[in-house]
């Protein structure tokens, strides 16, 4: 009994500093610093009840995460989320990525993924953003600095929301592209979803933005326009609803978002 009271104390405390962190530290310096104390964590947290398919690694269960703290999210190991899971086995089953030689783009790229990527010998894979430290090209993605018809994979998860011109920076991916070439573009979903994007690029104060936009260094909310949106850039769309065709027992073996669509992007051969 004393052993789960200690358990569930030392949860709320993790619960309350992860976010705190977040709310406090950007999180690509996240990224960096806390692996070691994740690590740890992972000792903790040892078991057989969830699984990250990124890392292979079983945990009792994940880490939570989030400004606002989601349970079960954060897997201690490779610093996979729940959005990144889904990522990983949607390419994994639903893609021709680990077996297709191909010259893929990752914008922002997220921790899980890089090393991973890196050593698959199948792909030419260039990571870029403008501040990361963990991208090795730094590159405004208004004016990516690659020829057009570059790639022929393009990814960029929770970035759209950042930007001063969405459309622009939408319609950069699809120029280094090439005809027949696909990407994933994911972005945060707030409910209720609101019908229509609120974007306001020129709110300054942090307050408001979180209060309207759900983060203070967001200048829109995007809404169900955001597949015309993607269009209007000239991208072919599929909003992919592929959570729904897992079975239950692996969304809860993996701690999947349970209603996340992978917006899949292609250009026109």
Same mark, same amino acid.
């Given at each position: 009994?004393?052993?789960? @009271? +200690?358990? &569930?104390? $030392? ?5 309350? /500093?992860?976010? =705190?962190?977040? %709310? ?37 269960k994940f880490l939570p995460y989030g400004r606002v703290?989601?349970?079960?999210? @954060? +897997?201690? &190991?490779? $610093? ?5 899971? /889904?990522?990983? =086995?949607?390419? %994994? ?124 260094d967001h200048v829109r909310l995007y809404g169900k ?7 209007q850039a000239g991208f072919q769309v599929k909003a ?30």
């Amino acid at each position: 009994m004393q052993y789960y @009271l +200690c358990k &569930n104390s $030392l949860s709320f405390i993790v619960k309350k /500093l992860i976010s =705190l962190l977040v %709310r406090r530290i950007p999180r690509k310096y996240l990224q960096i610093i806390s692996p070691p104390f994740l690590k740890l964590m992972g000792l903790i947290y040892a078991g057989n009840d969830v699984e990250c398919p990124v890392c292979e690694k079983t945990f009792s269960k994940f880490l939570p995460y989030g400004r606002v703290s989601r349970a079960n999210a @954060l +897997c201690p &190991n490779c $610093l996979a989320l729940e959005r990144h899971r /889904l990522m990983y =086995l949607y390419l %994994r089953e639903k893609t021709s990525f680990f077996s297709d030689k191909l010259k893929v783009l990752h914008v922002a790229p997220e921790a899980c993924f890089i090393n991973r990527f890196e050593a698959m010998s199948n792909l030419d894979y260039i990571t870029a953003d403008i501040e990361s430290p963990l991208a090795k090209v730094k590159m405004d993605i208004h004016d990516i600095p690659f020829e057009e018809n570059t790639f022929d994979v393009v990814f960029c998860n929770h970035v759209m929301e950042h930007v001063q011109d969405d459309i622009k920076a939408m319609s950069e991916l699809k120029r280094v592209l090439r005809p027949g070439g696909w990407g994933i573009i994911q972005i945060p979903i707030f409910h209720p979803v609101p019908d229509v994007t609120d974007e306001d690029t020129t709110m300054t104060d942090p307050n408001e933005r979180e209060r309207r936009f759900g983060q203070s260094d967001h200048v829109r909310l995007y809404g169900k326009d955001y597949p015309d949106r993607l269009k209007q850039a000239g991208f072919q769309v599929k909003a992919d609803q592929y959570v729904y065709e897992l079975p239950s027992d692996k969304v809860k073996r993996f701690a999947l978002p349970s209603d996340e669509e992978v917006f899949l992007v292609s250009k026109a051969s």
